[in-house]
């Protein structure tokens, strides 16, 4: 058998033994988090607020309505007669809904008359949707006679008007009772729906919603649909037939995975980091809408116009502390669970729906990506050009399944396929193991003679780093000097100076490296370093500026011991600045290599250490630095400076030190002289 054959005939079998054990594992719980996980990252990348629907807004009972307004209702929850003021203003603004995500089960005996308003301009509104959650316990006889005895009769007797006969619902499961309005406001409501939550049993993420609660022997809405549906009442009116893939309501047809709608996130709540579409739907706090209904009813211009509501789908809901569960959802864990009915009620007013792709197409793209990428690496002697063709061919279904779900709402499983192509490139090129061993003694020996040991092994296990082109990386780049070092060298002799130097040099290094970084250089007195590579670090510029921080303080120190001992006082000057440089060996292969980065960002660092002169100060970072930074630093603004390069200043800000708990937020401003 020819050797080609014989390697295509390998990759094949590698590709099939591969696929299987994916194919088999696929319903395990680590396949499922990271397909998951792949999901949430397409939502994060691809949502659109611009294509969430206008007609879609919140009222919000925030933190500024409930200090705002307790004067006037007290601590919530409040007195119904402010609901009164809601609903009239959102109604007679014209909204098409006025949908609660919370409930309302009691009357307030203590306001009995607010309880009669209320309900009273719920009935004159007409589009008042209510909401109900259901409730199971432990199914005995003595659970369903408790449940029983606590019941309104009555009240269950008028929530099986809002139910639905749907066919194929299955069994209810295991809920015996209900928490629903109060008699009088579930009578004049002209629909409810259910909001329990029903996160991904995988990991507890909001992703998918159930349309239909089966209770009693009906079918209820959830709070989206029941929203939809009062507000595009023709569309949804008729029968409702369900199966695990599809439900069909009226003239709508529902797309279903599992028996519940995947919900196609528009985004997050309100996210402040985007300058447009902030809020994914408009949200008024709830403090907004009852002054103006007071200031219209006053004769004045109300704060929110009242023809801002004219044709909406409004969802009251809340954000207050301790008023609402977060809900854990593709962007984070804390958003409200209002957007998880918003949401869902956008996508069944626009019939825009996210669909899965069916299981025979999950599988097959599994299987066909193993098998192809057996057949590629087995035409592939190099073992770098194999790695580069896996992570190509594995980039190229994961557009593929990016383009799906961005432009044709089609979520085709992601992590499975991509761990095929991976895995059987791996398997793939194990043949060249021991191949591959002797090369990696070879490195070490190249480069063991003036490359740290552990950087070595870096080296070892991905040689590819040798390459004297390097790459682009975002880093934090830090320079320090003693300031006056020539005056000082002067004054010694030279062991004197040898001396001085190694001993504050040693302690440097040791600082640099305690602090994750990367020692690049000595230059006489002054020392280069940087976070990031070879070893990444998120945090890469709270590492430096820790650095930095301990760098001083060691040097204050060090300067009193030698102050004591008759040497000379040394002050240290510090630049940070985070940008994208090159990074990478360079230098010689025959003759000596250095790891090292080469950039502008680079340059500018170096800047900043020598314009600690200029503003007398000690520390300085740049702008870049300050936005990568967390919260545990306080800074003062010193003004731009002109940078070579660089079309516009650059702000840079002296680092003054770590924040205590008790400290503000945010950078200290002060006057700087010159």
Not at 11 to 28: F, I, M
Not at 327 to 338: E, H, K, L, T, Y
Not at 542 to 567: F, P, S
Request: with cysteine.
């Amino acid at each position: 058998m020819r050797p080609r054959v014989r390697r295509s005939l390998l990759g094949l079998a590698t590709g099939a033994l591969v696929g299987l054990l994916l194919v088999l594992l696929r319903g395990t719980y680590p396949a499922q988090s990271f397909e998951l996980k792949t999901l949430d990252w397409r939502f994060r990348t691809f949502h659109d607020p611009a294509r969430a629907d206008t007609d879609v807004v919140i009222v919000d009972v925030d933190n500024l309505s409930l200090d705002d307004l307790r004067p006037a209702f007290g601590r919530f929850p409040w007195p119904r007669d402010a609901w009164v003021k809601v609903v009239r203003y959102l109604a007679t603004g014209g909204a098409r809904v006025i949908a609660f995500d919370f409930t309302f089960p009691d009357p307030d005996f203590q306001h009995p008359a607010g309880d009669s308003a209320f309900a009273a301009e719920e009935r004159a509104a007409g589009n008042v949707v209510q909401t109900l959650t259901f409730q199971g316990f432990a199914d005995t006889a003595e659970a369903r006679r408790q449940s029983a005895f606590r019941e309104d009769t009555a009240a269950l007797r008028r929530l099986a008007d809002f139910g639905l006969a749907a066919r194929g619902l299955p069994a209810p499961a295991g809920f015996q009772t209900a928490v629903i309005p109060y008699r009088a406001l579930l009578e004049g409501a002209r629909g409810v729906g259910a909001i329990n939550f029903t996160p991904d049993p995988v990991d507890g993420t909001a992703r998918r919603s159930p349309l239909l609660w089966p209770f009693r022997g009906r079918a209820y809405p959830t709070l989206g649909l029941a929203a939809a549906m009062v507000a595009d009442s023709a569309r949804f009116a008729g029968g409702a037939a369900w199966s695990l893939d599809r439900l069909r309501l009226g003239r709508l047809t529902v797309p279903l995975d599992g028996g519940s709608l995947l919900l196609d996130w528009r985004g997050p709540y309100n996210d402040a980091r985007r300058r447009s579409h902030p809020q994914t739907y408009r949200i008024f706090p709830v403090a907004q809408i009852v002054h103006s209904y007071d200031q219209l009813a006053g004769g004045e211009t109300p704060e929110v116009p009242i023809a801002t509501f004219q044709g909406k789908v409004v969802f009251i809901g809340t954000t207050g502390a301790g008023l609402f569960d977060a809900r854990a959802n593709p962007f984070g864990p804390n958003d409200p669970g209002v957007l998880i009915h918003a949401t869902l009620a956008d996508n069944l007013l626009t019939g825009d729906f996210l669909r899965r792709a069916t299981p025979a197409a999950n599988l097959g793209a599994i299987v066909l990506a193993a098998l192809l990428a057996g057949f590629a690496v087995s035409f592939i002697a190099s073992v770098w050009w194999s790695v580069a063709a896996g992570l190509a061919l594995a980039a190229a279904y994961l557009g593929l399944a990016a383009w799906l779900f961005a432009g044709a709402g089609v979520w085709l499983d992601a992590a499975a396929p991509t761990l095929a192509i991976l895995l059987t490139f791996t398997g793939g090129m194990a043949a060249n193991y021991f191949t591959e061993g002797r090369h990696k003694r070879q490195i070490r020996e190249m480069f063991s003679k003036y490359v740290a040991p552990e950087y070595v092994a870096q080296l070892a296990d991905d040689p590819s780093k040798i390459a004297l082109g390097g790459r682009r990386a975002e880093l934090t780049i830090l320079f320090s000097d003693i300031r006056g070092f020539t005056s000082i060298s002067e004054k010694l002799e030279p062991h004197q100076v040898i001396e001085f130097l190694n001993e504050y040099l040693s302690l440097m290094a040791a600082i640099v490296k305690q602090k994750g970084g990367t020692l690049d250089k000595f230059i006489g007195d002054a020392v280069m370093a940087f976070w990031g590579e070879p070893v990444h670090h998120p945090d890469h510029a709270d590492r430096a500026a820790d650095c930095a921080l301990a760098m001083q303080e060691t040097t204050a120190q060090l300067a009193r011991r030698w102050v004591a001992e008759g040497k000379p006082d040394i002050h240290i000057g510090v630049g940070i600045n985070t940008a994208e440089v090159v990074v990478g060996n360079i230098g010689s292969v025959e003759h000596k290599l250095d790891y090292t980065v080469i950039g502008d960002g680079v340059n500018l660092a170096s800047r900043l250490e020598s314009a600690n002169k200029e503003f007398k100060t000690g520390i300085i970072i740049s702008e870049f630095t300050l936005a990568k930074l967390g919260d545990r630093f306080d800074v003062r603004a010193l003004g731009d400076v002109k940078v070579k390069g660089k079309e516009r200043p650059v702000a840079i800000f002296e680092l003054l030190g770590r924040r205590t708990a008790a400290a503000p937020a945010g950078v200290v401003a002060a006057e700087v002289g010159t």
